[in-house]
């Protein structure tokens, strides 16, 4: 098969000839119709990841159709549906946190979804949402689960809430945007595009904020005041801004820290008002398959921004590296086919 490899840190994604995968005990393969880039996937390629090897396939995100379940047994009924992977693999037993030893995303250690085939264990594939296209269906996992679990499971919004979601644009922020609107929550964004700002606008946020801009946490305070949830991927010295924003009692949930560990924390604001400081990151099986029928239920459709073939996989690292989008990278895997 076809397969976008990692040969080393530092160099060129390449579409190989690579071996079909076999499907193990409790596994399946799936021929991958579309995948979709995550932050991650760059920097496997740059080096800055944990737990490191080459070569590998990456990808984390894919929709398929299932064409064999090793053995046959109760999985073979799997065998001809079109399904979405859970990326998250062997979440553990425990929903309050994933196992610090199983625990791993699709697409490193284990070759992931940007080949034409990739094996995964059965339990990890969800029939795909009708109403999404494969591109669509390829776009949610990843980003669309640490999304659910940051907003719903960890925050827990309710109905009329106030939520501030940062740095929209990117996946995760794009698809809490979604589901705090669908969920019918007061919802306002920032970013550092004016640009990105106004098509979160047209997605349903009620305004939003550049953060580039001096005044900014005042601009928000003017436009909503304070917010019960905020939901935050970069955290540095702007957490403090964050604490500043968050109502009496707010839940604040950090996914991500690409902007550092602030140079201090200003814990009077997290005492005195009582705040909630969350942590969360990807989720388990059971908000996967909460977050699948919220989506089913919604019709949401995740925002893609741009579709390249397997053999542009190169070009859409670098779309990504160069934070260009406004929604997921999808690459079509059998764009011939």
Known sequence: MKALVL???????????VPMPIAGPGEAVVRVRAAALNHRDVWIQKGQYAGL???IIPGSDGAGVVVAVDGGGD????VGKPVIINPALDWGKAAAYQDPELFRILGLPDDGTLAEFVKVPVRNLVEKPKHLSFEEAAALPLAGLTAW????TRARLQVGEKVLITGVGGGVALFALQFAVATGA???VTSGSVEKLDKAMAMGAMGGANYREAGWVESLKSLA?????????????GLNDLLDLAAPGGRVVLYGATRGNPAQVAARRIFWKQLNVLGSTMGSPQDF????SFVARHKVRPMVDRVFALEEGEAA?????EAKQFGKIVVRTFASR
């Open 289 to 292: 398959e909460e977050m699948l």
């Open 53 to 55: 090897k080459y070569p």
């Open 225 to 237: 005041g304070t917010f019960e949830v905020i939901v935050d991927g970069a955290a540095g010295d």
């Open 317 to 321: 690292f670098r779309w990504m590296d």
């Open 75 to 78: 999985g073979a009924d799997w």
């Open 186 to 188: 007061e919802v306002l």
């Open 7 to 17: 040969q080393d840190k530092h160099r060129a994604a390449e579409v190989l000839e």
């Open 149 to 152: 679990r940051a907003l719903m």
